[in-house]
């Protein structure tokens, strides 16, 4: 019992440590310059992802997976049963509803622009089951929106720059998944708004309770792959390679590779790293690094969860992650003598 007790102090002095150094770094960061740049993205599911450094290749989220591997998308802990589940976003209601006409630069409305704008309250919606589960997320932001402002909850031009993506996930063993993305983007071209389509597709393995590993594949159009890119770091026609290390349940270590399978891109093994620490279950802590090869340039992120909401439903309607309310992530980098802020914030509630 002794040593158990010692155990648990020296693993509560590492979160603390970790914590502390998070905001070290942070605080530092801010002193390097007075010239600042900050651009904003609300309303996005990927500030989780985003605050680990984007290596969620092999971490299990919900809607958020669609993104980096489909494969990877949990969502409860019990699977005895069917569930439909729907995630809200009452501050894009909000905004859509007292800013409309800063939506879309367009007059009218196709079925397209319809979808979007309903993603603005339904974020995203699932259905999950023991061996198979479908997503649908809308609204995603486009990163090369230039309507961004310097605004916490901002949508204009979202119906104009977005994204929608469908994934589906199927159970094969317990430990193996596979899964696949169909995206549906939306850019604005000299004249009038461009539909492009592309896809993804990925492996989710389990080989022991604390390990897990995800390979994904892009196939991206080309008037997007360049966003995606600079926004994600992720490379059309590419293969991405992930391992999770969680040694409890509430810290995780992650790594991911970028571009594995392609020795003549310019971009080859862009390593990325992340953590997230619960250190009590309503809040926990993020970070992540990697170093953009295309400049050099260090990248660091931070960022935090609040209000989980496994801690205030039953086991049955519990995720198989720590699902929080509110996510926040500030992406931070060093170019030019400007520090560059990127902040993502996701406000969804969970039905």
């Known amino acids: 019992m002794i040593e158990i007790e010692e155990d648990n102090n020296i693993n509560w002095k590492i979160i603390k440590i970790l914590v502390i150094l998070k905001f070290i770094v942070f605080s530092s960061g801010l002193a390097l310059t007075n010239r600042h740049k900050h651009i904003f993205m609300s309303g996005t599911v990927q500030a989780r992802s985003i605050g680990m450094g984007g290596t969620m290749t092999s971490v299990q989220d919900a809607v958020g997976s669609s993104l980096y591997n489909p494969a990877a998308m949990g969502f409860y802990q019990s699977t005895q049963r069917s569930r439909f589940t729907m995630f809200l976003d009452p501050l894009g ?46 609204s995603e932001h486009l990163g090369a929106n230039p309507y961004m402002e310097k605004k916490f909850v901002s949508n204009k ?30 850019s604005m071209g000299n004249h009038d708004v461009r539909r492009l389509f592309g896809s993804s597709y990925g492996v989710f393995l389990q080989p022991g309770p604390t390990v897990s590993v995800g390979i994904a594949y892009f196939d991206l159009p080309n008037n997007v792959d360049s966003i995606f890119l600079q926004r994600y770091r992720i490379i059309d026609e590419t293969i991405n390679v992930g391992i999770q290390f969680q040694p409890a349940s509430y810290f995780i270590l992650s790594a991911d590779l970028r571009n594995v399978s392609e020795e003549d891109r310019e971009y080859t093994r862009e390593v990325h790293l992340g953590s997230e620490v619960i250190p009590w279950s309503w809040i926990a802590f993020r970070g992540g690094y990697y170093k953009n ?41 060093y170019q030019n003598n400007v520090l560059n802020y990127v902040h993502y914030l996701s406000f969804l509630f969970r039905l």
């Open 157 to 186: 031009g979202i119906l104009d720059w977005n994204y929608n993506v469908l994934s589906t996930r199927i159970v094969l063993a317990n430990q193996v998944s596979i899964g696949a993305s169909g995206f549906l983007f939306s």
């Open 293 to 333: 090869l295309s400049d050099n340039t260090r990248l660091l992120s931070l960022g935090f969860g609040l209000l989980n909401n496994n801690f205030l439903r039953s086991s049955e309607s519990q995720f198989v992650f720590s699902d929080y309310t509110l996510n926040y992530a500030l992406q931070m980098d």
């Open 93 to 138: 209601a909000a905004f859509a509803v007292d800013n409309q006409s800063e939506l879309s630069a367009e007059d009218k409305f196709d079925g397209v622009d319809w979808l979007s704008l309903t993603g603005l309250l339904v974020k995203a919606c699932a259905f999950s089951s023991q061996h198979f589960s479908v997503s649908l997320v809308l």
